[in-house]
């Protein structure tokens, strides 16, 4: 079985999720909240002042902005509503907000991680049978931020992963020369 079909059937009932922080669904639902009021406000003024539509309030970019904000917000906040990361004992899975889809990476997948020392920035790069990809993931969103960074740790280095820091970066991989 290659492994990309192999991270479709991966078993995650007794995974541990770790969710968004609850900050970041309000800040979604302000984003939408923003959109519709200024999508509101724009629609009114054109209701009672039929010569607005003559000014900048008539102008389509105005309203694909608006459009644009409020499905921003809407992806914020349907994004929150599964967990940012799961790890189980086969695979971790991650679900950056800023990408549309999650991302299933078995263990024996992994080629290595970065993480920023002191920074909200976790990169994980894996190998699929597609080719090398990665995922980056703003651990500032991660609701257990301290619990998944020792869990992963963990995980990685009971894969024969060793650590090395170099500059403002640390990394774990198989196999890095001291």
Avoid at 47 to 55: N, Q, T, V
Wanted: glycine share 12%.
């Amino acid at each position: 079985m290659r492994a990309s079909e192999q991270s479709s059937s991966l078993d995650f009932t007794a995974a541990r999720p770790f969710g968004f922080r609850p900050w970041v669904r309000r800040a979604g639902l302000s984003i939408v909240g923003v959109a519709a009021g200024g999508g509101l406000a724009l629609a009114a003024s054109l209701l009672l002042s039929p010569a607005a539509r003559y000014g900048w309030f008539g102008e389509p970019f105005v309203w694909i902005y608006i459009g644009t904000l409020a499905a921003g917000g809407l992806k914020i906040v349907w994004g929150t509503l599964a967990p940012v990361a799961t790890v189980s004992d086969e695979a971790i899975m991650v679900s950056p907000l800023h990408q549309l889809r999650s991302h299933t990476i078995p263990w024996s997948a992994i080629r290595g991680t970065e993480q920023m020392i002191g920074g909200d920035r976790l990169i994980i790069f894996y190998d699929l049978g597609r080719g090398a990809r990665f995922a980056a993931l703003n651990l500032n969103l991660v609701k257990g931020r301290r619990d998944f960074l020792e869990m992963l740790e963990s995980r990685l280095k009971a894969h024969g992963f060793v650590e090395r820091t170099e500059g403002r970066s640390r990394y774990l991989a198989r196999g890095l020369p001291p």
